[in-house]
């Protein structure tokens, strides 16, 4: 069973989302907050496995409480209204697990939260990639690789470049002609050695470090 925490300002918005993923028979609403200061103090006091946190919320935002809970054991996944708000990439970097539309159909809220409560994939990489890359644009890149990454093994670098590009377990594996589960050994032990969360701290780490460079 899933446990899920619904952290958004709107009554109305958390009624919806919270009666959408308690329907389901693998996902428990375990809480709900109206801001963020609410939504951590809850967060650390229910232990759920995911926190559906709207970005933009009065007093304590999304991008704070997302922040404060970034070494708590909890996934966090960001609602925002627009896809390349500049809050979604300082959540991100914040510890954020992933981010969704708020406009996204309910199909895809489902799935994201099952995503993002495993660990196993980057949600939506394609706008994720675009997001990153947009605002790296805007930042110096290392000029020379840090020697955080000289932990990693040639293959494990390889997949990091290919999961920094926005590809899937599945696609990886058929570029380098791997069985995809060596992809998922290979991913889990770059996060490992490099002390990262999950997918979504990999591909800024990424970008950030200069192993890979905006086009």
Same mark, same amino acid.
């Given at each position: 069973?899933?446990?899920v925490?619904?952290?958004d300002?709107?009554?109305?918005?958390r009624?919806?989302f919270?009666a959408?993923?308690?329907?389901?028979?693998?996902?428990e609403?375990v809480g709900?907050?109206?801001?963020g200061?609410?939504a951590?103090a809850l967060?650390r006091?229910? =232990?759920?496995?995911?926190?559906l946190?709207d970005i933009?919320? #009065?007093g304590t +935002?999304? @991008?704070t &409480?997302t $922040?404060?809970? /970034?070494?708590?054991?909890?996934?966090?996944?960001?609602?925002?209204?627009?896809?390349l708000?500049?809050?979604?990439?300082?959540?991100?970097? =914040?510890?954020?697990?992933g981010?969704?539309?708020?406009?996204? #159909?309910a199909g +895809?809220? @489902?799935a &994201?939260v $099952?995503?993002v /409560?495993?660990?196993e994939?980057?949600?939506?990489?394609?706008?994720?990639k675009?997001?990153?890359?947009?605002?790296v644009?805007?930042r110096?890149?290392?000029a020379?690789?840090?020697?955080?990454l000289?932990?990693l093994?040639?293959?494990e670098t390889?997949?990091? $470049?290919?999961?920094a590009?926005g590809?899937?377990?599945g696609?990886i594996a058929g570029?380098?002609?791997l069985?995809?589960q060596?992809?998922?050994t290979?991913v889990?032990?770059?996060?490992?050695?490099?002390?990262?969360?999950d997918r979504?701290?990999?591909?800024?780490?990424?970008?950030?470090?200069?192993?890979?460079?905006?086009?």
């Open positions: 069973m899933i446990k925490l619904v952290a300002d709107q009554e109305m918005v009624e919806g919270s959408l993923l308690d329907a389901q028979p693998d996902i609403v709900s907050a109206g801001d200061a609410e951590v967060a006091r229910l =232990a759920p496995d995911v926190v946190m933009r919320m #009065p +935002d999304g @991008l &409480a $922040r404060l809970l /970034a070494d708590d054991p909890v996934r966090v996944l960001v609602l925002t209204t627009f896809d708000d500049d809050y979604v990439y300082e959540a991100l970097r =914040a510890g954020a697990s981010f969704l539309l708020k406009h996204a #159909p +895809d809220l @489902l &994201a $099952r995503v /409560a495993r660990g994939a980057l949600l939506a990489p394609s706008v994720t675009r997001l990153i890359e947009d605002f644009r805007s110096p890149v290392r020379v690789r840090p020697a955080a000289d932990v093994t040639e293959r390889e997949v990091l $470049r290919l999961v590009q590809l899937s377990n696609e570029h380098l002609v069985a995809e060596t992809v998922k290979h889990s032990r770059v996060l490992t050695k490099l002390g990262l969360r979504a701290q990999a591909v800024i780490a990424a970008y950030e470090s200069g192993l890979v460079v905006p086009r």
